[in-house]
């Protein structure tokens, strides 16, 4: 199985500053066939369901403010949001969908300092 | 709109069944990969399950393999979820997710809003 962890664990970023975010996958996520890297980043706040913000590691989903941008490739994956808002408080989880089981990340608190 | 509706949560008794249901519209069912995750109570998400879009393939975690059996009915537009002899580690609310391919590797970009199960004596 491919172990995705996270770190950090928690982190207090002011608003209008940038929170990174990073995710680590135990084996190469990248799948050949499009030379893309199947690697998704989720947003979960309090007593909602999460809500899909990235793809193929890098792909923004349809709606989702450009503040957050996805990088990385392999086995080493970012979270950018470039300018912390008050709504973005939440928990984000990275998830790797290159093979079963789709194991999803520890994720990462992200709170206003 | 997706839309996505589970239902059936509720108490089970350890070594019960319970039987969940996602009802999906808004896209046509048939051609995407459907998933199941669970979060216990102040933890983080646990993939459970994904179906491919024409049910030929499925793959469970290993926590929950010869327990929880994923279904899918194309005709109905609705993803199932049979639970036999749960655990108390069973308890967690469960979410219906859609993927994003006909394949299982799927990303889930859309989430329903998810029903708990508690299982307790």
């Known amino acids: 199985d491919i172990v995705m962890t996270q770190s950090p664990d928690s982190l207090a970023v002011s608003l209008g500053e940038r929170a990174t975010i990073n995710c680590k996958s135990s084996?190469?996520?990248?799948?050949?066939?499009?030379?893309?890297?199947?690697l998704a980043w989720y947003q979960q706040k309090p007593g909602q369901p999460p809500k899909l913000l990235i793809y193929?590691?890098?792909t923004r989903e349809s709606g989702v403010p450009d503040r957050f941008s996805g990088s990385g490739s392999g086995t080493d994956f970012t979270l950018t949001i470039s300018s912390l808002q008050a709504e973005d408080v939440a928990v984000y989880y990275c998830?790797?969908?290159?093979?079963?089981?789709?194991?999803f990340g520890p994720g990462t608190k992200v709170e206003i300092k | 709109e997706v839309q996505l509706l589970e239902s059936g949560g509720g108490f089970v008794q350890p070594g019960g069944s319970l039987r969940l249901s996602c009802a999906a519209s808004?896209?046509?069912?048939?051609?995407?990969?459907m998933a199941w995750v669970r979060q216990a109570p102040g933890k983080g998400l646990e993939w459970v399950s994904i179906?491919?879009?024409?049910?030929?393939?499925?793959y469970y975690a290993d926590s929950v393999k010869g327990r929880l059996t994923v279904s899918r009915d194309n005709s109905k537009n609705t993803l199932y979820l049979q639970m036999n002899s749960p655990r108390a580690e069973d308890t967690a609310v469960y979410y219906c997710?859609?993927?994003?391919?006909?394949?299982?590797?799927?990303?889930?970009?859309?989430w329903g809003q998810g029903t708990l199960v508690t299982v307790s004596s």
């Open positions: 997710a859609k993927g994003s391919a006909y394949s299982s590797m799927s990303c889930l970009d859309n």
């Open positions: 808004g896209f046509t069912f048939r051609d995407y990969a």
């Open positions: 179906l491919s879009a024409s049910g030929a393939d499925t």
């Open positions: 084996q190469s996520v990248l799948f050949t066939s499009n030379n893309n890297d199947c």
């Open positions: 193929w590691a890098s």
């Open positions: 998830q790797q969908y290159y093979t079963p089981p789709l194991t």
